[in-house]
């Protein structure tokens, strides 16, 4: 049984930092393509960041420049370093792991942006 656990959210100041984190049980992320998903009430979840099994990342365009999608392998380990965060910002982020089609998601961690 696959299973993603993420980490890392709470409030933060517009302008602050913060880094979430996903752990992954029950299947290797090195030939999966991970990646991390927000979403606001009454909205659809929508990508914010992918790594592809060649570690390569791609970014949603608001989130250029501010947000690093990075995976370790060998901690089984992806994370998203989220910098000069905005009130936009404000959702709960959701990890999932791809693999040959196959669907993996975390329960989801709230990130607040506010004064």
């Known amino acids: 049984q696959v299973r993603l656990v993420e980490s890392g959210g709470g409030l933060v100041q517009p302008g602050g930092s913060l880094r979430l984190s996903c752990v992954v049980s029950g299947g290797a992320i090195s030939p999966a393509t991970m990646a991390w998903y927000r979403q606001t009430p009454g909205k659809r979840r929508v990508l914010v960041a992918t790594s592809g099994p060649d570690g390569l990342p791609n970014y949603e365009d608001s989130v250029k420049g501010r947000f690093t999608i990075s995976r370790d392998n060998a901690k089984n380990t992806v994370t998203l370093q989220m910098n000069n965060l905005k009130s936009e910002d404000t959702a709960v982020y959701y990890c999932?792991?791809?693999?040959?089609?196959?669907?993996?998601w975390g329960q989801g961690i709230q990130v607040t942006v506010s004064s």
């Open positions: 999932l792991r791809r693999y040959w089609a196959r669907d993996y």
